[in-house]
């Protein structure tokens, strides 16, 4: 017994060593800031807030200042400060005086590869629209938007495009423009100096049928442009808090913000709130980090996380998953990008680019929502509930890469001209998306079921083997063992309900050796896990107990299952590959698993 578990501490500190240097992608990133955040209570005394604005100034040497013009009203102040000062600031009298005080994160638009079109005329269907480059604009033809165009053009809705400012370049002049800000520079125009948000505008509703460049979405709606990123595309949460209160406050029917970061904002969530409350419906993109969860604002509550699609119909390679996905739409990809016109940062002139980027998929959205409202379905709740049922649905999506599905424009709007969703239509989606479908339940339907099955009935036949050497009882707690180590309640794993996040139900689908990678919602194993590392514990704590400890045993059984199948069916464990050096290590672990159980029955029959 001894020799074993000194062999077993060998390899788990082997595994730690190699865990140590895997790369945690699915974790989000921590907020950048520069400048904090302080919300002042709204019935503060004005001479209270005065002199709590002067203490500061005076104990940091800094200047508090409104964020803008619109910030008074709402008390929200913003000084310069790093980590340290943050924390003196949430312990100190003042904090007594604010609703919060928190990091003024940075949020950017993410990195995007971009080529530049030529102007040059493509020719046309008979019922496309007549803008000579709409055939190069696969994105448009993916959604299906001439299908939608034919019952509405997205007339009377206001899409607040909250970005780098939006320029009217020749093809945007004919599209209708409501008054904007520039939250950045604190003036009434809102020009973009980036042209991210110029492109991203373009998408929503570039001026279609003109016979000129390119078309949009909802090339019948009006812009609303609010400028809260700088040339350099990075901006403030204050900032962005305050240009979605302002869109809520005039009438904006839609809200598009292509950007993001990490950090959580009581202030943002506050103004995603407020604007909900309002009836906006609020769209975002999901992050181009490749990550297991989208991107703040994406995450916030009331706002519909967009992932991106790349010409084939596969999740983009860049494109955020995970928790906070509710819907995908076309994004491009190094084989297509999503061309619009917006301008050359550089002149300030027109230029057809194509872009990438979950930036590009969120205004499909966006462009798709205002069709929805045109058609008369208003309320934020009904049109996303419009956007995901009319969705076209993708099987086997246990990572969540696309939320409810790819985006449709033409089944959005039919299902919006078509009035309250019926009990039928819900009974009919149920059955379109596969729930009726037993496989559905099961995790990857019988392809990965069958693995499953083995690794179940492996344990089983080692049990037996055991037996006929060391006779023990059968009960509960060895059967409960057994399952849990070796597949555990794998048909939870399929289960997706929307909005919420997916790991916990991850982790109930997971074997022992795949708790490691739940959160991450990658596929192969955690060398932590996928060794004899948990049922060595198991074992050590539960050894003395009458009846647990026939559970650490089967568990140890299963886990030997599990390991066994998988090196031989898929042997993909972190930082070893899916080679040999990966099947050799998981076939140490089983028999490792195999021994420790043995030496566990036959300690238990010497006690006896």
Known sequence: MRKVLFLCLFVIGLSAAVFG?????????????ETIVLDFRENIPKEELQQDLQAIAQQYNVTPRLDNQFSAKDNVYIIEGDKKR??????????????????????????LDKDRVPDEQFS?????????????????????????????????????????????????????????????NDTEEAKDDNGHGTHVAGTIAQATNNNYGVAGVAYEASIMPLKVLSAYGGGTVADIAEAIKFAADHNANVINMSLGGGGESHLMKDAIEYAHKKGVVII?????????????????????????????????????????????????????????????????????LGLQGTSMAAPHVAGVAALIEAAGVKEPNEVLQVLKESARVIGEDNLNYYGAGQLSAEAAVQRAVRGQISFQDFFRWL??????????????????????????????????????????????????????????????????????????????????PELGNTIQGTSALNPLFASVLIPLVLVLLLLGHPQWKWFAIGSSLGVAACLGVSAVLDPAVWGLGSGMLARSFLIINALLCFGLARLAVRNEEQSA
């Open 21 to 33: 240097f895997l790369n945690f992608q699915g974790l989000a990133a921590k907020g950048e800031f």
């Open 86 to 111: 943050l924390k003196e600031l949430r312990k100190s009298k003042i904090a007594s005086a604010t609703e919060f005080i928190e990091p003024n994160y940075i949020y950017k638009i993410p990195k």
């Open 124 to 184: 046309t269907g008979a019922s496309d629209p007549n803008d000579p480059m709409y055939s190069k604009q696969w994105h448009l033809h993916n959604i299906g938007v001439v299908g939608a165009w034919r019952e509405t053009k997205g007339s009377g809705v206001t899409v607040a495009v909250i970005d780098t400012g939006v320029t009217k370049v020749r093809d945007l002049e004919e599209t209708k423009f409501v008054k904007g800000y520039d939250f950045v």
């Open 284 to 352: 975002a993109a999901a992050g181009n980090e490749n990550q297991n969860s989208a991107a703040y604002p994406a995450r916030y509550p009331h706002v519909i996380g967009v992932s991106a699609l790349g010409p084939d119909g596969e999740k983009a390679p860049y494109s955020n998953f995970g928790a906070g996905v509710d819907i995908s739409a076309p994004g491009g990809s190094d084989a297509g990008k999503v061309l619009q016109e917006t301008i050359d940062p550089e002149t300030g002139e027109g230029v057809f």
């Open 431 to 512: 059955r379109d998306n596969g729930y009726f479908n037993p496989g559905f339940w099961i995790d990857g339907g019988a392809v990965a079921l069958l693995p499953k099955i083995l690794m179940v009935l492996g344990s089983y036949l080692l049990a037996w083997f055991l037996r006929v050497y060391f006779p023990f009882t059968w009960g509960w707690s060895l059967f409960s063992g057994l399952v849990a180590g070796s597949s555990g309640l794998f048909f939870l794993k399929s289960i997706y309900i929307f909005d919420l996040p997916q790991w916990p139900f991850r982790l109930l689908g997971s074997s022992i």
